[in-house]
């Protein structure tokens, strides 16, 4: 497994990612899943995020494992991984990937609001819940968690 920064044209197959991971969660309903996935519709959404985050791709033989994306400083804005990849060390690749990036910019936390099935992965590595969240997607309601880890060191 390797990993690099996304560019423009890995968007297909990131949207692709993202909405099969989503649709086939089993902690949301059809209807909460559904209007969770409908943001692949915004394409120029996703091409901000590659090109103004860190945008990080795990892949192997040229398939795409998994990504995820810090944005705003400190905050882990997405985390998904192929649900056939699942166990196999492709999200604790990424986010200490991340962590790594966030430390040696002097970042001393990581924020994330973190699905229900990303809880326990989060915890795991340190993750602390600081409230639920219950958010609205087109009247629907979606809860997650804010989570927050505190960084040991920072890289100078």
């Given at each position: 497994m390797e990993f690099r920064l996304a560019v423009e044209s890995d968007l297909d197959?990131?949207?692709?990612?993202?909405?099969?991971?989503?649709?086939?969660?089993?902690?949301?309903?059809?209807e909460q899943k559904e209007v969770w996935a409908s943001s692949v519709n915004n394409r120029e959404m996703w091409l901000n995020k590659i090109k103004e985050q860190y945008f990080l791709l795990a892949y192997k033989n040229n398939k795409i494992l998994g990504f995820c994306s810090l944005g705003q400083r400190d905050y882990v804005?997405?985390?998904?991984?192929?649900?056939?990849?699942?166990?196999?060390?492709?999200?604790?690749?990424?986010?200490q990937n991340i962590e790594t990036v966030a430390k040696s910019n002097q970042i001393t936390q990581l924020l994330a609001d973190v699905s229900l099935s990303g809880r326990r992965f989060f915890e795991k590595r340190g993750f602390r819940v600081l409230r639920t969240n219950r958010n609205f997607r087109n009247g629907i309601y979606l809860k997650n968690y804010r989570m927050r880890k505190l960084l040991k060191e920072t890289i100078d």
């Open positions: 197959a990131i949207l692709e990612l993202y909405k099969s991971n989503i649709l086939a969660n089993k902690d949301y309903n059809q804005e997405m985390m998904f991984v192929q649900k056939d990849e699942f166990g196999k060390g492709v999200a604790s690749g990424l986010l």
